[in-house]
């Protein structure tokens, strides 16, 4: 069918500008109806911004695409991607300015850091194993295990990554936010669980590496030794997991 009259002709030129604002805007609002409910639930985890801009931005685009009478593939690239695109472009020097907490507190790093380094490939690898014997214990197909083998890393890497090995860039890039909001969700009981209370490295790294930027985040409101050992946990993963994860998938018979 052809939908272009409902959306004039934007939709048959994907790089116009109402499509890009339409996926800026769209993305914006949903993002700031997250943050307007985790303020009024005081932090309840489930209204996490991440996590409600995820579920209502594909509830809006699955709605829309039905009102429309078109796939709801074909309505997210088509539609919501040019403008998604962009704001996807500024992960990345996003995530290099988790240089900056690094830096404040170089000091530690430079006191464990083979423990720091050695901690984060070991668990890693473990990680890509243990990832990968769940997935197919619950069945799934070769190209979701391929999805979920990288969401180790922060979304901005681990979506090239899950591309590259055969994997749905969407579902990893879920995965991760699910990730990161559980840990921010659950991170004082961990802490508490494993008794990192007087170990802000190991707080630190844990939530940077099971939480990403929202794990980061949570790291930092604790103090800056966390906040540092967050930021390292990001850049030390995301790199271990860019070199490791296609070999990992091609030994396993992945792509």
């Not at 966390?226 to 993963?237: K, N």
Request: glycine share 10%; aromatic share 12%.
């Amino acid at each position: 069918m052809n939908w272009a009259p409902f959306l004039g002709k934007a939709v048959a030129n994907p790089a116009s500008a109402p499509l890009l604002f339409f996926g800026i805007f769209l993305s914006l609002i949903v993002f700031l109806i997250g943050q307007y409910l985790f303020k009024i639930s005081k932090g309840f985890f489930l209204f996490q911004p991440l996590f409600v801009g995820m579920v209502l931005g594909i509830f809006i685009l699955w709605l829309m695409s039905k009102w429309l009478g078109v796939s709801l593939p074909d309505f997210y690239t088509q539609a919501y991607k040019p403008g998604g695109d962009l704001l996807f472009w500024f992960l990345n020097p996003a995530t290099i300015a988790f240089a900056i907490p690094l830096y404040r507190r170089n000091d530690v790093v430079k006191k464990f850091w083979l423990e720091i380094v050695l901690s984060l490939i070991v668990g890693s690898i473990i990680s890509l194993f243990v990832i990968y014997y769940v997935a197919k214990i619950f069945g799934l197909n070769n190209s979701m295990i391929a999805s979920m083998l990288p969401q180790a890393a922060t979304t901005a890497i681990a979506m090239p990554i899950s591309g590259a090995i055969g994997g749905v860039p969407a579902v990893t890039a879920m995965a991760c936010i699910l990730n990161a909001v559980l840990i921010y969700a659950l991170a004082d009981f961990l802490i508490k669980i494993f008794r990192l209370n007087s170990d802000p490295v190991g707080a630190g790294l844990g939530l940077g590496t099971a939480g990403h930027t929202v794990g980061s985040a949570k790291a930092v409101q604790l103090g800056s030794v966390q906040g540092a050992m967050a930021s390292i946990a990001v850049v030390v993963i995301s790199i271990v997991i860019d070199l490791v994860v296609p070999t990992f998938a091609s030994m396993m018979g992945l792509h």
